[in-house]
């Protein structure tokens, strides 16, 4: 089981910058793909961005171009750089880790709010 510890949330004004944080420790070995997710309070859970081992990444619609997902391998860290943040982006944002044959891993989620 892959353990995920996310920080970095807080409160931005519009137009703002933000940068989360992804730490995976245990069996981490097997990762193939981590991620972000949100989930807005009535709204359901929805895919944000992933990156792959060597750093293929995928974004959703509404936030490419403003979001960036980067990894560092050796420290088993992800990031989410969030540019331009809008008051549609608050949600929990939560990290998510793939390993083939188990279930996926989940953080406990970091609050990003974008207010004025």
């Known amino acids: 089981q892959v353990q995920l510890v996310e920080s970095g949330g807080g409160l931005v004004q519009p137009g703002g910058s933000l940068r989360v944080s992804c730490a995976a420790s245990g069996n981490t070995f097997n990762i193939g793909v981590m991620g972000w997710y949100r989930q807005a309070p009535g709204k359901q859970r929805e895919l944000v961005a992933t990156i792959a081992k060597f750093a293929e990444t995928t974004y959703s619609d509404s936030v490419k171009g403003r979001f960036t997902i980067s990894i560092n391998n050796a420290r088993n860290i992800i990031f989410l750089q969030m540019n331009s943040l809008k008051p549609e982006d608050t949600a929990l944002y939560y990290c998510?880790?793939?390993?083939?044959?188990?279930?996926?891993?989940w953080g406990q989620g970091t609050q990003v709010t974008v207010s004025s």
């Open positions: 998510n880790a793939k390993q083939s044959g188990r279930p996926d891993s």
